[in-house]
DNA sequence: ATTAACTGTGTACAAGCGTGCACAATATGC
DNA sequence: GCATATTGTGCACGCTTGTACACAGTTAAT
């Protein structure tokens, strides 16, 4: 075998991996050890200090991944093109679906944001701070909501953050659910966020 | 000493609060082990198994503690009879108090939205669908938004008891951030449940 | 008054935990 | 080619974990 590093990062990716998959076998991960995850990674539990330095090392590079997915998720719905009405059903639709497909990462999220060590809650409370921030950004450059002054934008922005991430953590639990109670869902939190930029689209400054 | 049931129901309360301590402290609830709830109830481990069956059991009965004190505040909130512009404004200052009052209560309701055992996140979480469906109780009362159909109004109700309790999150991390950022908290609430019920005042039927 | 039920104690055991340390294998820098 | 740094191994230590079991003291039931 060749290639130093390369080796080291295969060995990290499988670190990293194993731990997501004991958040996907719905444990949680602050019940995670360092033995169980060098045991599920296939090395010796000394191993694993090679890599992080303790779970909390772990977990913050987890948070990074994490980040990757949602700027792709980001992308991904950025490049939806649907008409002004419909772009809500739109985004809800695909935001779920993503969702779906990268379910262990938003398990992990979800844990996290109020599961963990105060620096991990941080670490993902400021992703989604920059995803706020990027949806003020999109609302801007559409230039709907002009009469609105800007840190009522922030806030609402930082609304609609809330409620997705909020019904997020519902439609995780949905897995086994029938596929009607998704759909019921997925109209739920359509017609909650419309409420909400109706609200926007009212809004008055005080 | 007299009377079994009352001795019974004291050690009981011990490790009930121990655990909660526990919480106050900063830890997740699902570190805390059989051994050290017994141990900060001063109590043997073994004794533990004469009053729950295992911390999923505890947990439960937790619950039903956060459940009065949720009736509790709902009550406290309601005999507020402020102005109707300002009752949003009103009650979020109320909730914020409360909250720091209650703090150890809502700090395990929050880490038992995501982070524990699916039961006892079922259990936090009917909780606060039952919530949810008083305040629908409290919007047909008031007799407000008379062009809405019911199926809205619950999804309302969700939304604003969601943006409550993610907020909860948030604000309880606020801690020992100065009185200003709290300010600015309960602003920023105040703000985004007033822009959800100008949505809703505007809500026309699809 | 005697018996039974209950609540807490003490001990014990196997399993799992984090982590320090010496060591083996091997890719890399010179 | 050789010395060095790096990566993973294996062992050891002391600690904590859940829980089984026998037992003691006290209250309740008869």
Redesign the pocket.
Do not use: C, W
């Given at each position: 075998?060749?290639?130093?590093?390369e080796?080291?990062l295969?060995?990290?990716q499988s670190l990293m991996s194993a731990a997501l998959q004991w958040v996907e076998e719905g444990q949680h991960f602050s019940s995670?050890?360092?033995?169980?995850v060098?045991?599920r990674a296939?090395?010796?539990?000394?191993?694993?200090?090679?890599?992080f330095k303790?779970?909390d090392d772990l977990a913050l590079n987890l948070v990074d991944e994490l980040s990757l997915v949602l700027r792709q998720l980001m992308r991904e719905v950025r490049q939806e093109r649907a008409s002004p009405t419909r772009i809500i059903e739109a985004s809800v639709q695909q935001y779920c679906q993503y969702v779906a497909s990268q379910r262990v990462f938003f398990l992990f999220m979800s844990q996290s944001m109020t599961g963990g060590t105060t620096v991990v809650r941080q670490a993902v409370r400021s992703e989604l701070q920059y995803f706020a921030k990027e949806l003020v950004v999109d609302l801007r450059r559409l230039d709907l909501l002009p009469n609105m002054e800007p840190a009522m934008v922030d806030h609402l922005a930082d609304l609609t953050i809330s409620t997705v991430a909020f019904a997020t953590v519902q439609l995780l639990d949905l897995v086994d659910s029938g596929p009607q109670a998704r759909q019921a869902f997925e109209y739920k939190l359509t017609r909650q966020l419309q409420l909400i930029y109706i609200g926007a689209a009212n809004w008055r400054r005080a």
């Open positions: 075998m060749k290639n130093r590093q080796r080291k295969l060995t990290r995670l050890s360092i033995r169980e060098a045991k296939g090395v010796v539990p000394t191993a694993f200090y090679r890599h303790d779970m």
